[in-house]
C-alpha cells in the first residue's frame, strides 16, 4: 500500500515537473522575443534620433539664411533712403 502511494506522489511530481518545464521554455521564448523586439526598437530610436539632428541642423542652416537675406534687405533699404 505504502509503495503504491509513492508511486503514485512520484508520477504526480513527474507530470508536474513537465507543465513546468513546458512553461519555462514558454516564457523563455518570450523573453527571447521580447529581446529582440527591443534591440531592434532601440535601433529605431538611434535612427529617429540621428534624423532629428539632421533636421535641426538643416533648420538652423534655414534660419540664418533667411536672417542673412533680411540683413542685406535691410541694409539695402538703408542704403537708398540715405541715396535720396
Partial sequence: MQEEICKEKFKNIGEKLNQNSKAIIKISESTDKLENWKC?????IRNLVKQIKDLVATMRLFIKGIGGVMLLFIGFFIWYVQSL
Fill in 40 to 44: 531592434a526598437t532601440e535601433v529605431e
